[in-house]
């Protein structure tokens, strides 16, 4: 229960925000605007953007419509196309941040490698040896940002460039070169389409076959751009226009296998596989066996182009070992190879670690999520007071704007922050039986998705349970418009 409800001066507070991505930025700038000014943004590496900072591989593009993946509050009458790439978002994110002026208050270089709840305090170590100290602490490290390198036989002998899809080697020349890929996942697919028509051979290896959603990029003209920049309304009903149109036509039908929207989504990929590969052997081996949108569903106008241009080669065969020369499949055959790419994904169960993180009595994050990660509606975790997390585990990761899902998190973490601030209570962890019960409900709601209907993917956890918001989009904005301060211990 709150300590006290007396009106009293407010708390001055400080801030830690670990991470300078699109979450850490989003911080800065909504605390500045509700004139909470004491806060530090830590980031380990040299620039800020977090995901497309590391992800510079050719192709890469975010494959929700860019002026949904936008900040509400800073349109952008400029993106180049639907699907904007990278750069361009990496750019938007060093132009907004500099804007806001939170730039300057990055520290850049800044590992923080343990974070202790103390007399009623966050303390922070980094690797260079310095200390920092705050009353609340926002996690703003990433989902998708540990690289998973595959364990294959031979790996490190191979002689020819080799790298993980978010550890791009810019000095790896690919025109000319034989190029293999591991991985069928939305990173290898964007590749596949970028370096396909640049290379001399661009072998994919693919353990399993992808459900493909053709989906145009188109660009936008300078009379669009023109007509979004002197009326902004009209880009604000673009992007409340595509909010509703994912929701309602893929966040809220992958969760529940039996929607008439995901039928039609699964129709539109068949046809697409159908129509549009030509060799029925190859259409073969890019059958999926399972549900469209059972994994993270990809969005391509281009990938069956490219994996039928003459240069291209589709191999199923699993693969045996790694070799110096290339990658020998399990028929024996030795697939020769200049450079490797491993789009093999990440270790998404990760999120602030290997930071060791103490909360109170002691406990450590390590054994708090010995099991799994685990975070009452995503955002707190019993025993680690005024600890929020942003995009942590158990939140919605399906196709769609997780600049939305934070923005609606963010405000959210305010309320309870509130509280703090205005000395209702001084510390503020989710219970541990509402957050038990919180994963009961998850667990059994996540038996209606289409992400348990048998295939592997990252969203599933060790048990093979979606680690994620099984409920409607509608339902999290619901959850996320007022805190239910009874799930909370507050002291
Ligand atoms: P991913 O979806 O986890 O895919 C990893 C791929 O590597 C899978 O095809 C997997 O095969 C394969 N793989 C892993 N280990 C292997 C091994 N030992 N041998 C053979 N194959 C192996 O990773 P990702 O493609 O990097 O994408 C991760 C997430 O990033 C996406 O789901 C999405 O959320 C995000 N992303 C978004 C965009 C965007 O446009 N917004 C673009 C790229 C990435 P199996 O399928 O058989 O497991």
């Known amino acids: 229960m709150p300590a006290?409800?007396?009106?009293?001066?407010?708390?001055?507070?400080r801030f830690l925000i670990l991470g300078a991505g699109m979450s850490g930025i989003l911080s800065a700038i909504k605390l500045q605007e509700a004139g909470l000014n004491d806060f530090a943004i830590y980031e380990k590496a040299k620039r800020l953007g977090g995901t497309w900072r590391e992800n510079r591989y050719p192709g890469v593009a975010c494959d929700v419509p860019s002026h949904l993946y936008s900040y509400s509050f800073a349109p952008n009458p400029d993106w180049s196309h639907r699907f904007a790439p990278g750069s361009e978002i990496q750019a938007y994110f060093e132009e907004v941040a500099?804007?806001?002026?939170?730039?300057?208050?990055?520290?850049?270089?800044?590992?923080?490698t343990r974070c202790v709840?103390?007399?009623?305090?966050?303390?922070?170590?980094?690797?260079?040896?310095?200390?920092?100290?705050?009353?609340?602490?926002?996690?703003?490290?990433?989902?998708?940002?540990h690289p998973a390198y595959p364990e294959i036989k031979g790996l490190e002998s191979f002689e020819g460039k080799t790298f993980h899809s978010a550890r791009w080697d810019e000095s790896a020349s690919m025109a000319g070169k034989r190029v293999g890929v591991i991985g069928t996942g939305s990173t290898a697919i964007q590749i596949v389409s970028a370096l396909a028509p640049e290379v001399a051979?661009?072998?994919?290896?693919?353990?399993?076959?992808?459900?493909?959603?053709?989906?145009?990029?188109?660009?936008?003209?300078?009379?669009?751009?023109?007509?979004?920049?002197?009326?902004?309304?009209i880009l604000?009903?673009?992007?409340?226009?595509?909010?509703?149109?994912?929701?309602?036509?893929?966040?809220?039908?992958?969760?529940?296998?039996n929607s008439p929207q995901l039928a039609a989504i699964e129709a539109v990929c068949l046809q697409n596989l159908e129509e549009n590969i030509k060799d029925p052997t190859l259409r073969e081996k890019l059958r999926p066996d399972y549900r469209a949108a059972c994994k993270?569903?990809?969005?391509?106008?281009?990938?069956?182009?490219?994996?039928q241009r003459p240069n291209a080669e589709l191999v199923t065969e699993g693969i045996d070992r790694i070799e110096k020369s290339g990658i020998r499949t399990v028929d024996g055959k030795l697939h020769e190879l200049d450079v490797l790419v491993l789009a093999t994904g990440f270790r998404v169960d990760r999120f602030m670690r290997p930071m060791e993180v103490i909360g109170r009595n002691g406990v450590s994050l390590e054994d708090a999520w010995a099991k799994r990660p685990s975070a009452y509606m995503a955002i707190s975790i019993p025993d680690f007071p005024n600890l929020?997390?942003?995009?942590?585990?158990?939140?919605?990761?399906?196709?769609?704007?997780?600049?939305?899902?934070?923005?609606?998190?963010?405000?959210?973490?305010?309320?309870?922050?509130?509280?703090?601030?205005?000395?209702?209570?001084?510390?503020?962890?989710?219970?541990?039986?509402?957050?038990d019960r919180f994963d009961a409900n998850r667990v059994e709601a996540a038996k209606k998705t289409v992400w348990q209907t048998g295939c592997r993917s990252w969203y599933l956890d060790d048990r093979g349970v979606p680690a994620a918001w099984p409920w409607t989009f509608d339902r999290f904005r619901e959850e996320m418009a007022t805190p239910h301060f009874s799930e909370y211990e507050l002291c």
């Open 4 to 13: 006290t409800s007396s009106p009293k001066e407010p708390r001055d507070l």
């Open 98 to 112: 500099r804007k806001y002026g939170v730039d300057q208050q990055i520290q850049y270089g800044k590992e923080v």
């Open 117 to 145: 709840f103390e007399n009623g305090r966050w303390q922070i170590e980094f690797s260079d040896g310095t200390q920092d100290e705050g009353d609340i602490l926002l996690a703003a490290t990433g989902v998708l940002h």
């Open 201 to 233: 051979k661009l072998t994919l290896f693919q353990r399993t076959a992808q459900w493909v959603m053709p989906q145009q990029n188109p660009t936008y003209t300078a009379e669009e751009k023109n007509e979004f920049r002197v009326h902004p309304e």
């Open 236 to 257: 604000e009903g673009l992007r409340s226009d595509i909010s509703r149109l994912f929701a309602d036509g893929f966040s809220n039908a992958v969760v529940d296998a």
């Open 296 to 307: 993270r569903l990809i969005m391509s106008e281009d990938f069956y182009d490219a994996i």
């Open 388 to 435: 929020f997390m942003l995009n942590g585990p158990n939140g919605p990761v399906g196709n769609f704007s997780l600049i939305e899902v934070a923005e609606l998190q963010f405000a959210y973490i305010m309320q309870l922050v509130e509280l703090i601030r205005t000395r209702r209570c001084s510390e503020v962890s989710a219970s541990q039986e509402a957050t």
